[in-house]
């Protein structure tokens, strides 16, 4: 895509539309914002994964960044999109259905080492098809200058590009954030912005700016410039709402390395939309803290009839270094509501969202810690979701790789399948050796349970179930159960229904009541000597449809095995069980 234009020369204007303008319709925003946790008292808990997106090489960072996109391929189901920065050669950002988690579209970055991809937005329409349009951010881009960076406004319909903004000079980094700013100049039109962290002004050197378009006309709005050396202004974006009434929407930019009250301890500007002009700024309150690093609007929390806001301070320290720390504000004080601290070393409020996770009709804020750590699964990251208006934990989605930095990454505010909850998008930018994955986590869908004895294996092994994925009858590749420990080499099956059991069988107990159904015979792959006999089985949408199974019934599933190190007839091998809802 943008590796087919000669752009380095082009500086000024930094703006460039690329095809004729249609008419312009109004962004139906989709709720993307954030906010965070607390220490360590909320309830860990594993998650229904609707889709997972792993990075096509090593090193791709997929999931670096991810946005919930409007429904691109018209099958009723809102789609999303996974930034790839550190693919070769100069990153990606594929745009993936939310139905079935295929491939829609493909971006690529222009230069190398371009990190295209790094930051992403939903945006206003600006071809004028009837669906909103999306903002990547590029700030590696080289074109005249060295990581000058570049951020581009692509059609979710056509592919088309239709607008990039150029970064100012060398190490600029424009692009390293990219927001929906809401209608910044009263037109009735939401408009859009692109920080550029790293831009210099006069005498003052990587002060940061924000520069803005607007949607209706394509034309710069002014530049809103940091007011320190080294502040880095525009490193985060957030769109907030209209604070004073006047029918301009204020908006939020984080400078996390602010040294006013501290070297990084960070602040955060309230823009006036129509002035353009700093408000007022809250600001850290330690050295290194990084105040300011995510953001996120809150709408009214406190129904005070003034707007909130989020901040995320990752290496915000209490009793114990880089436990991270989010503060939520009233947009009429500068000091925080409520606060709360994460666990030592894990990062809390390195990304926030806000979504209505459970399903009640009140949203929650999901933050991300990072390096959270989980008994000895060791440094998994973590997703604490807490109540929006107090903070206080109500659930921690914990990650399943060690340094994966699952959390590193959110997106919230979409329903894919239909139930009344939203769900949740996770990047975790360093699984897989640097891969990346990012995964779609079902909302108000209970985890899957394992519960009975598995039948101890002829040469002493404990079989062991697991369930991955979510059983969904519209949306997601399926739930996977699957056994660990069974026979190598050794034909079994899965057997299932609608209600548990505890009855002997064979030597074991048999954990699934009567009527059974049965899968296909497959062959557990042959391992090395012990306990790694693997066993599987996938209940995908269509097979749940097949079996007329309604959302919110219980499905039991246990494996069997034939285990000839026992004489017949208890010459079998048989696991524990799992038990998972079927979700709409």
């Keep these: 895509m943008g590796g087919a234009d000669t752009l380095g020369s082009e500086v000024a204007p930094r703006v460039q539309f690329l095809q004729p303008r249609l008419h312009v319709m109004n962004?139906?925003?989709?709720?993307?914002?954030?906010?965070?946790?607390?220490?360590?008292?909320?309830?860990?808990?594993?998650?229904?994964?609707?889709?997972?997106?792993?990075?096509?090489?090593?090193?791709?960072?997929?999931?670096?960044?991810?946005?919930?996109?409007?429904?691109?391929?018209?099958?009723?189901?809102?789609?999303?999109?996974?930034?790839s920065p550190l693919e070769a050669p100069a990153g990606f950002v594929r745009v993936h259905s939310g139905r079935d988690g295929s491939v829609l579209r493909s971006f690529e970055g222009a230069t190398p080492g371009a990190q295209f991809g790094f930051a992403l937005a939903i945006v206003n329409d600006l071809d004028g098809a009837g669906i909103a349009d999306l903002m990547i951010g590029a700030p590696g881009t080289t074109w005249s200058h060295s990581n000058q960076g570049t951020a581009y406004v692509y059609s979710l319909e056509t592919g088309v590009r239709w607008a990039q903004i150029f970064g100012s000079g060398t190490n600029s980094r424009m692009g390293y954030s990219v927001a929906n700013l809401g209608d910044i100049d009263g037109d009735g039109v939401d408009d859009f912005g692109a920080g550029e962290p790293g831009a210099d002004f006069g005498a003052l050197v990587d002060n940061g700016a924000v520069v803005m378009v607007s949607g209706a006309s394509a034309q710069f709005l002014p530049v809103v410039r940091g007011a320190a050396s080294g502040e880095q202004f525009g490193l985060s974006l957030s769109g907030w709402g209209d604070l004073d009434g006047d029918g301009d929407d204020e908006w939020l930019v984080g400078a996390p390395f602010n040294?006013?009250?501290?070297?990084?301890?960070?602040?955060?500007?309230?823009?006036?939309?129509?002035?353009?002009?700093?408000?007022?700024?809250?600001?850290?309150?330690?050295?290194?803290?990084?105040?300011?690093?995510?953001?996120?609007?809150?709408?009214?929390?406190?129904?005070?009839?003034?707007?909130?806001?989020?901040?995320g301070a990752p290496e915000s320290?209490?009793?114990?270094?880089?436990?991270?720390?989010?503060?939520?504000?009233?947009?009429?004080?500068?000091?925080?509501?409520?606060?709360?601290?994460?666990?030592?070393?894990?990062?809390?409020?390195?990304?926030?969202?806000?979504?209505?996770?459970?399903?009640?009709?009140?949203?929650?804020?999901?933050?991300?810690?990072?390096?959270?750590?989980?008994?000895?699964?060791?440094?998994?990251?973590?997703?604490?979701?807490?109540?929006?208006?107090?903070?206080?934990?109500?659930?921690?989605?914990v990650g399943s790789s060690?340094?994966?930095?699952?959390?590193?990454?959110?997106?919230?505010?979409?329903?894919?399948?239909?139930?009344?909850?939203?769900?949740?998008?996770v990047g975790a930018r360093a699984e897989l050796a640097q891969r990346g994955v990012a995964r779609v986590l079902a909302g108000a869908t209970p985890q899957a349970a394992t519960y009975c004895a598995a039948k101890t294996t002829s040469n002493g092994c404990t079989p062991r179930m697991r369930a991955e994925g979510c059983a969904s009858l519209s949306t997601g590749a399926g739930l996977t159960a699957r056994v660990f420990g069974a026979t190598q080499n050794a034909p079994g099956m899965l057997f299932w229904g609608l209600a548990p059991n505890a009855a002997p069988l064979r030597g074991g107990t048999l954990c699934v009541a009567s009527p059974l159904r049965r899968t296909p015979l497959q062959l557990a792959s042959v391992g090395a000597a012990g306990c790694s006999g693997p066993l599987a089985f996938t209940f995908t949408p269509a097979l749940l449809q097949s079996a007329d199974l309604s959302a919110g019934e219980q499905v039991h599933a246990q494996f069997w095995w034939r285990d000839n190190g026992f004489a017949a007839p208890n010459n079998v091998g048989l696991s524990d069980a799992v038990v998972f809802v079927v979700a709409p």
């Design 259 to 311: 040294a006013t009250f501290g070297a990084g301890a960070g602040r955060v500007a309230i823009v006036d939309g129509g002035a353009h002009s700093v408000l007022w700024s809250c600001y850290g309150g330690q050295a290194g803290e990084h105040f300011g690093l995510a953001l996120a609007s809150l709408a009214d929390s406190d129904g005070d009839g003034v707007l909130d806001f989020a901040v």
């Design 317 to 397: 320290f209490g009793s114990a270094a880089n436990q991270g720390r989010v503060a939520r504000f009233s947009g009429l004080s500068v000091a925080p509501q409520e606060e709360r601290l994460g666990a030592p070393g894990e990062r809390l409020g390195r990304a926030l969202a806000l979504c209505d996770f459970d399903g009640d009709g009140v949203r929650e804020l999901a933050a991300g810690a990072p390096q959270h750590v989980a008994g000895a699964l060791g440094r998994v990251g973590a997703v604490h979701v807490l109540d929006a208006l107090t903070l206080a934990p109500e659930t921690t989605l």
């Design 27 to 83: 962004l139906v925003r989709l709720a993307s914002s954030a906010l965070a946790l607390s220490s360590l008292v909320a309830l860990a808990s594993a998650q229904a994964v609707l889709h997972t997106v792993q990075g096509a090489a090593t090193p791709a960072s997929a999931g670096h960044a991810l946005v919930f996109t409007p429904d691109v391929d018209g099958d009723g189901v809102p789609d999303f999109a996974v930034g």
């Design 402 to 425: 060690s340094d994966g930095e699952f959390g590193a990454a959110l997106s919230g505010g979409v329903d894919l399948n239909g139930d009344g909850a939203h769900e949740l998008g």
